[in-house]
């Protein structure tokens, strides 16, 4: 077998040294939300092992200390947005920013192109791909949700719609989920543009983080290509069980705590069921959210003690620790990385049966319960309260999400691709 070309020397790069493989990370945001994380921390992974990477990203700002490239700008953002909310096109404007995008490639001339989220007002996909099928670069595509595949939603699994198996249109829910169409249902034109754009890619390899998206992957017009799953993985040394005190500081320590944790509580990471839970569990059960904007503070429940969005990991690990259980009632999910850094805290986790949120629990650390019964939901959490604990085997389960791990999977991907391409 033919060894990688970053571990080898050539004769035009004998006085240059070994090879160095370049990896480019393009997403919407670069350090920010969990996908942004992921992104820097795979060129810090690539970094470690000897290789180099750069993020090119369309919005917001980069982390100090990362190699990174902005080709977007907030204007050209928020034509965007009016693109999407009056025509219903999104994913099909930006095309001067992707013009930026495709001659930064070209000059950085990276072996691997990975792409992560390629929607979220920033990108003209016709443009891009094109380019991705004539240039015959080794290409990546990490899908972090189902918009690839669909007319126009990022997740249709709450609503149980399927029309994206054959073609979509007349969307259910163009006006009322990103990315919000609100004068035009385009889902129709758009399912044909970007099947025409997503297919034909030589050397395109997918990548999920879920076995179930991995199966509607290989039930739409993207089964062309092979489909690889590689969990989300969390970093082990900043999550993992931990008493500052926090139980004696809220007043909390005869409580039994049932933690929420989400960057944006909207309906499908099930608000509501938590409300419901407050209103019929006795006064010896505490409710905890974190991720919960102002507005939502204002209105919050009596019974439930709420959180603002944090950044800090240090700080969800105390409130994961501290918890009795993690409670995650989504009704739509790829594959929540909150159950995982619930688990490497030491605390169950109750989840709804739904997407991929199932896969990392199982009956040693946590309950699956139907999705939406509140009844269940409740037993869920008066059984767990009544057994003993299940910290060890949350533990020992976390362990094998360790981002580290997760990234080495990629580094190997990155290797075979190579090594196809260099036979």
Partial sequence: MVPPRWMRTCETEIEAGEFILKVMQINTVCGSGSVGR???????????????????FGRREAP??????????????????????????????SKKQTKRLIEKIEEYNPDIIHLHNIHGFYLDVEQLFAYLKKAGRPVVWTLHDCWSFTGHCAHFDYIGCMK??????????????????????????????????FTGVPRLTIVTPSRWLSRFVKESYLKEYPVRVIPNG??????????????????????????GVAGMWEERKG?????????????????????????????????????????????????YSMADVYVNPTLEDTFPTTNLEALACGTPVITFATGGSVESVDEET?????????????????????????????????????????????????????EERDA
């Fill in 38 to 56: 992921i992104t820097v921390d795979l060129i810090h992974a690539l970094e470690t092992e000897g290789g180099e990477g750069l993020a090119a």
């Fill in 64 to 93: 100090q200390g990362v190699r990174a490239y902005k080709f977007g700008t907030n204007l050209d953002m928020g034509f965007h947005v009016l693109h999407t909310f009056f025509g219903g096109e999104h994913g099909f404007a």
């Fill in 164 to 197: 994206w198996k054959s073609h979509c249109e007349s969307c259910p829910q163009y006006k009322s989920v990103y990315p919000y169409a609100l004068f035009k249902d385009n889902s129709k034109e758009n399912y044909s543009r970007k099947k025409a754009a």
């Fill in 234 to 259: 969390i970093a082990l040394d900043k999550f993992h069980p931990v008493d500052k005190g926090l139980k004696a500081r809220l007043g909390m320590e005869k409580k039994f705590i049932l933690l």
């Fill in 271 to 319: 608000y509501s069921y938590f409300e419901e839970l407050a209103d019929r569990l006795d006064d010896s059960c505490q409710i905890i959210l974190i991720g919960l904007s102002k507005q939502k503070l204002r209105r919050l429940h009596p019974k439930i003690y709420g959180v603002m969005r944090t950044n800090s990991m240090e700080e969800l690990a105390e409130y």
């Fill in 366 to 418: 946590g309950k699956i319960v139907p999705r939406g019964d509140t009844e269940k939901l409740i037993e869920a959490v008066k059984e767990l309260r009544g057994e003993p604990s299940r910290r060890a085997a949350c533990l020992s389960k976390a362990v094998g999400y360790n981002k580290e791990d997760r990234f080495r999977e990629y580094l190997i991907l990155y290797r075979e691709l190579l």
